[in-house]
């Protein structure tokens, strides 16, 4: 990771990588969404509501791991002080609190034909809403340790210490009884019980979205260090 240190080397590969990400990411998203949507057969038991999954599942699953990303950009930062980190810390953290919103909504209206109520204060819901409070607060406190021109090291411990959700929100179906449906794709054993015909575009929609969600990371990524280009440039003709 120390070769992207220099922020002209990132920038000379971030430049070309991220229309290539967005545009994949779209074109799969399109693709994955009019399978889901128009070919994929209704759920025996669900019918139609079940579509909701093409955009609820990617949604948390870009949550988590926006989430994630900051956690091991801020152990970057903390420990070796990468240049970069901070800044892709907080460039993940925005589309990361939009996924999480993304699928906190889809998902309470999911859950109205299928449980009878939009909201239920299970542990796979209610984690998830504390997800979207931990961005929250990470926001705020990167804003304003960006004001006072600190270090970031408050906001990189904060960072590391709510990635202890990460498991709670993976194992909460199977440490509490919840509404929430048992874990339907175990990466790890290769099994799925999401029969294939709804399987293959579950995954290209996840795949999409995920290229989109680095696409919009290395565009933020890229601002924020246009941005601290500029401000170092005025403050030198202010000294000047």
Same mark, same amino acid.
């Given at each position: 990771?120390?070769?992207?240190?220099?922020?002209?080397?990132?920038?000379?590969?971030?430049?070309p990588?991220?229309?290539?990400?967005?545009?994949s990411?779209?074109?799969?998203?399109?693709?994955?969404?009019c399978?889901?949507?128009?070919?994929a057969?209704?759920?025996?038991?669900?019918?139609?509501?079940?579509?909701?999954?093409?955009?609820?599942?990617?949604?948390?699953?870009?949550?988590?791991?926006?989430?994630?990303?900051?956690?091991?950009?801020?152990?970057?930062q903390?420990?070796?002080?990468?240049? +970069? &980190?901070?800044?892709? /810390?907080?460039a993940?953290?925005v589309?990361g609190?939009?996924? %999480? #919103? !993304?699928?906190?909504v889809? $998902?309470?209206?999911?859950?109205?034909?299928?449980?009878?109520?939009y909201?239920?204060?299970?542990?796979?819901?209610?984690?998830?809403?504390?997800?979207?409070?931990?961005?929250f607060?990470? +926001? &705020?406190?990167?804003? /304003?340790e960006?004001?006072?021109?600190?270090?970031?090291?408050l %906001? #990189? !411990?904060?960072?590391?210490? $709510?990635?202890?959700?990460?498991?709670?929100?993976?194992?909460?179906?199977?440490?509490?009884?919840t509404?929430?449906?048992?874990?339907?794709?175990?990466?790890?054993?290769?099994?799925?019980?999401?029969?294939a015909?709804?399987?293959?575009?579950?995954?290209?929609?996840?795949?999409?979205?995920?290229?989109?969600?680095?696409?919009?990371?290395?565009?933020?990524m890229r601002?924020?260090?246009?941005?601290?280009?500029?401000?170092?440039?005025?403050?030198?003709?202010?000294?000047?």
């Open positions: 990771m120390h070769v992207f240190a220099n922020p002209a080397r990132f920038l000379k590969i971030a430049r990588l991220t229309p290539l990400l967005g545009w990411g779209a074109v799969l998203i399109a693709g994955a969404l399978a889901g949507l128009f070919l057969p209704a759920e025996r038991l669900q019918g139609e509501s079940v579509r909701i999954i093409y955009l609820h599942v990617p949604a948390a699953w870009l949550g988590m791991a926006g989430w994630a990303a900051i956690a091991v950009a801020s152990l970057m903390l420990v070796w002080r990468h240049p +970069l &980190a901070a800044v892709a /810390a907080r993940a953290a589309p609190a939009a996924f %999480t #919103a !993304i699928c906190l889809t $998902g309470s209206l999911w859950g109205r034909p299928t449980w009878g109520t909201w239920e204060w299970d542990g796979r819901m209610t984690s998830m809403l504390v997800l979207l409070f931990l961005y607060g990470y +926001l &705020a406190l990167a804003g /304003a960006k004001e006072k021109d600190g270090e970031g090291r %906001t #990189a !411990i904060f960072g590391l210490v $709510g990635a202890v959700n990460l498991p709670i929100i993976h194992y909460s179906v199977l440490w509490w009884r509404l929430h449906q048992g874990q339907s794709i175990d990466f790890l054993r290769g099994t799925s019980t999401i029969d015909s709804m399987l293959w575009p579950l995954l290209a929609s996840a795949l999409g979205f995920s290229l989109l969600f680095g696409a919009i990371v290395l565009m933020r601002a924020e260090l246009a941005r601290n280009k500029v401000e170092a440039r005025l403050k030198r003709m202010t000294v000047e």
